[in-house]
């Protein structure tokens, strides 16, 4: 415990925030309104054409946290539950795509057509079950943060085909690849809310100074009402260590005033994930663990988590 309280608030800490920021500048515009556009705000919401969303993109750059796994279940539970909700799957590897059964053919449309401008979000939508729906990614993305590297306002495309889009849901949440690139800041430009999924081991908290370092650029440079908005631990396994990281994580936020502006409202939820088979299972069957096997630990610990965020965003 002594180790990571050090590691959180020793001069280290300080002196690799400020080291941040020289080898991870700043994204430059490239000449688009940094403003929210025609995105109105209303109480920690968007507001498209008239229809309150709550918009949560769940990232980590750190790959195996459980964030695909976690993006489809909650977004499965709220649904269950009678939300409208939406995903967009961000991520090349289209990990969220396949766990909800869609394969799609080499010549269908996803959302990388979205962003190269061969149609729009309406063309691509999904329903994968009831109240739930599914904006695809496909393997041909790999190659598209080429493909847009010269086009201007590269990094506010999915926020303004977002803003076009009519079709009403309470909740849409974007799957972010586990990195900080051009698809990650598509997201964070996009949406309001960011939850981070972490593991209760020692190495998820390194990276996190950087994680919250590219929130900041972002609030500061394209969306100013971002905020990371909610952390919850997966794979828990009731250890001793996973009991001093999770301790360790509340304490880091207990000292909320010594956070960065875009930190200062995030809730550690209560509800963790635990380490179940049966949710390494459920992808390889394209099923969220709720369809898949609805009585087992990591079913009820989504459920309780979407409760969890379905009550932080209570009207």
Partial sequence: MAILAALLYSDQWKY?????????????????NQETGTHKTQKGKKVYNGHNMRSIAIMNQKGGVGKTT????????????????????????AHATMHFGLHLADEANSVYDVLTGKCKIADVRHQVDENLWLIPAHLDMVGAELELAAVPGRELILRDELAEDRFPVDYLFIDCPPSLGLFTLNALTAVQHVFV?????????????????????????LNKS????????????????????????????????????????AVIFETKIRRNIRLAEAP???????????????????????????????D
């Avoid at 709220?78 to 799957?89: I, P, T």
Wanted: hydrophobic share 35%; aromatic share 10%; net charge negative.
């Fill in 197 to 221: 999924p972490l593991q209760p081991h020692y190495f998820s908290l390194h990276g996190f100074a950087r994680l919250v370092e590219t929130l900041e650029a972002v609030t500061k440079r």
């Fill in 226 to 265: 971002l905020r990371l908005s909610g952390i919850f631990l997966c794979m828990f396994d009731g250890t001793r260590l996973a009991d001093e990281v999770s301790q360790s994580i509340v304490d880091f936020f207990g000292h909320r005033e010594n956070l960065p502006t875009v930190c200062q409202e």
């Fill in 70 to 93: 976690s993006t489809v279940n909650i977004s499965a539970a709220l649904a269950e539950a009678g939300a409208k909700v939406c995903v967009v799957d961000l991520d090349p590897q």
């Fill in 16 to 32: 690799a925030w400020k080291i941040s920021k020289k080898i991870c500048p700043p994204y430059r515009l490239t000449g688009q």
């Fill in 284 to 314: 390889s069957y394209g099923s969220p663990i709720l369809s898949y096997d609805s009585h087992s630990s990591g079913a009820e610990d989504y459920r309780n988590l979407a409760g969890e965020i379905a009550e932080r965003f209570k």
